[in-house]
């Protein structure tokens, strides 16, 4: 009969490299990435599913890495914003941020760019209100989201970054 | 204990093991099998609460509160073959409990045979709920402001569950019992969905707080016409978020069928019956009031999709 374990060991890539840990069945992969691989960019908020500071993508698809234990995660392949940003410099998408003033305390912004990335990924010239739908998903108590969208549209080079 | 922040307790941590800051589920033992067959023998094993993962997108907010303490977990997404797609003889469809809402939303082929059903699981939470939240996980859990258990009660879909003794099929009227609770034993595991095909006069809308949140109240509707002159001759009406399981609203569904064309719409509407919850989102008096206002709108969309 096949047994129940409290640890396991997993085997993964991250930011395309190789990882292999044993963990706690009950880690979050929120709390593997900040904690037992140190990539601090993917912020934790509400831990349960309704804010998005932890969205990551695995295979490809944007999820909560809150509602996901890192167990689950064997075989699969996560991409978090220590691995959507280039080894110099920023991508053109956190260049779009900073240049139209889309983060304030920051704390939602590396989601934000995991999200933004899925979406132009899809949509390479989103409408605003493809745009807005996305976000929708993402909370952030700052902004205001108009130079969130406005960062995304300059990104998609869809029109002038500032009016 | 992880909590502590003295050095002693921090350094007796391994290494591998960090201790966390952050919300935590009471701790539990993992099993992900790969067959049917282990998954329902670690659920028959006599443990005293094993839970079923599948998404994860409302059981994992209830570990992480401690709403739930299950001692065992058992992942279902290591077993093959419960994520099918397919189209049945009859025009309907089978479709596996590991059907993530997005690819439900987006397949052709339920777009093409069921598309209220895919409507349906668009309007599921954000797209990184979606991708992960599975068609079974949401039946089981039989949130009464879900969509998909309304979905399958107004299309007469049936539930095949899965179970020590072998399977048996349940009619989605017959599944849902009340709050969080349906006809799945504890040693039953729901592998799949018989859905049939429904004709071009459907409709389907909720109204949520703010996007992405359970609806205050939804309706979904399937009528048809086989006469070539009145409005209809068959209606399902089926309301959610407005009782402890998704409800035909029958006075409704009557309403419609004896009216003769005219503003049958709003007929049906005004004869919603139901007697909401309240809660801190809505009173009982505004998710009847949405019941009946959202009723007439997607009737007038089925109406409309019908004469198309």
Redesign the interface.
């Known amino acids: 009969m096949m047994t129940a374990a409290e640890r396991l060991t997993i085997r993964l890539t991250v930011n395309d490299r190789p990882v292999e840990r044993e963990v706690v069945v009950r880690r979050s992969l929120a709390d593997f990435l900040r904690e037992n691989l140190g990539l601090t960019g993917t912020h934790v908020g509400c831990e349960h599913g309704v804010c998005g500071a932890c969205t990551v993508l695995v295979d490809g698809r944007s999820a909560r890495s809150c509602l996901l234990f890192a167990v689950q995660l064997d075989g699969a392949s996560v991409t978090t914003i220590e691995g959507l940003t280039p080894p110099d410099g920023l991508s053109p998408l956190q260049r779009a941020f900073c240049d139209t003033h889309a983060m304030q305390c920051g704390f939602c912004t590396p989601a934000m760019i995991v999200t933004a990335t899925e979406l132009l990924a899809q949509h390479p010239s989103p409408t605003e209100e493809q745009i807005r739908d996305a976000l929708a998903a993402q909370l952030c108590m700052c902004t205001g989201y108009v130079n969130i969208v406005r960062a995304i549209q300059a990104a998609a080079g869809a029109r002038p970054a500032m009016p | 204990m992880g909590w502590a922040i003295s050095g002693s307790s921090v350094a007796a941590t391994a290494r591998?093991?960090?201790?966390?800051f952050?919300?935590?589920?009471?701790?539990?033992?993992?099993?992900?099998?790969r067959f049917l067959a282990?998954a329902l023998?670690?659920l028959g094993?006599g443990e005293h609460d094993v839970k079923l993962?599948a998404g994860?997108?409302s059981l994992?907010?209830m570990l992480?509160?401690r709403l739930l303490r299950p001692t065992?977990?058992?992942?279902l997404?290591g077993v093959p073959g419960l994520d099918h797609i397919a189209p049945l003889p009859g025009g309907g469809l089978t479709l596996g409990a590991l059907v993530r809402h997005?690819d439900l939303a987006q397949s052709p082929l339920v777009r093409e045979r069921t598309p209220l059903l895919a409507e349906a699981a668009r309007h599921i939470?954000?797209?990184?709920?979606r991708?992960?939240g599975t068609l079974g996980g949401s039946l089981a859990h039989a949130d009464p402001a879900a969509e998909l258990p309304a979905a399958l009660l107004v299309l007469g879909a049936e539930l095949i569950l899965e179970g020590p003794r072998g399977s048996r099929t349940v009619a989605a009227d017959r599944f849902f019992q009340g709050l969080l609770a349906t006809a799945l034993g504890p040693d039953e595991i729901l592998t799949a969905v018989r859905v049939p095909a429904h004709g071009r006069g459907w409709g389907f809308g909720e109204v949520v707080r703010?996007?992405?949140d359970f609806a205050m109240a939804g309706v979904a509707v399937v009528i048809d016409r086989h006469a070539p002159a009145g409005s209809c001759d068959s209606a399902r009406i089926v309301g959610f978020g407005v009782s402890d399981r998704p409800m035909r609203f029958a006075d409704s569904e009557r309403a419609l069928l004896d009216s003769d064309g005219g503003d049958a719409a709003a007929r049906a509407g005004a004869a919603v019956t139901c007697d909401p919850p309240a809660d801190v989102h809505a009173s009982a008096a505004y998710r009847r009031h949405l019941a009946t206002v959202i009723t007439e709108d997607t009737v007038r969309q089925a109406l409309a999709r019908l004469s198309a």
């Open positions: 591998d093991d960090p201790p966390s952050f919300l935590k589920p009471a701790p539990f033992r993992y099993a992900r099998p282990d023998e670690l094993a993962l994860g997108q994992v907010p992480n509160l065992v977990l058992v992942d997404n997005a939470g954000h797209p990184a709920i991708h992960r703010r996007s992405g």
